[in-house]
């Protein structure tokens, strides 16, 4: 299974970015994908989630101004960040909560993307 992520880059503050991340592989379920963020200097936090039955779920810095949405045809997760500021700067972390079909048995896995980077200039 991969996850693949795209859509980050060099935005002034007030501007906004979209990040999507695609799963693909042999995947029977989706349980859950979200977003993390890690800053220099400290540890990977919540940005965002949503469940297989469109629940999600926020940090409180990101409430009101981030997204999140998914697309279950294309296993694809989409974080629409609108008002950034530059405490928002980061890499941001894609994350899956997967159901794997191997050797006809199926397992639960986490898995992560490699990241793509957020920089918000003020």
């Known amino acids: 299974v991969q996850l693949v992520e795209s859509g980050g880059g060099l935005v002034q503050a007030e501007g906004s970015l979209r990040l999507s991340c695609a799963a693909s592989?042999?995947?029977?379920?989706?349980?859950?994908m979200g977003w993390y963020r890690q800053a220099p200097g400290k540890q990977r936090e919540l940005v965002a989630t949503i469940t297989s039955g469109g629940s999600t779920n926020y940090a409180v810095s990101v409430k009101g101004r981030f997204t999140i949405s998914g697309d279950a045809a294309r296993n694809t997760v989409y974080l629409q960040m609108n008002t950034l500021k530059p405490e928002d700067t980061a890499v941001y972390y894609c994350?899956?909560?997967?159901?794997?079909?191997?050797?006809?048995?199926?397992?639960?896995?986490?898995?992560w993307g490699q990241g793509t980077q957020v920089t918000v200039s003020s």
């Open positions: 994350h899956a909560n997967l159901l794997v079909t191997i050797a006809g048995l199926k397992h639960e896995y986490n898995y």
């Open positions: 592989g042999s995947i029977y379920v989706i349980n859950t």
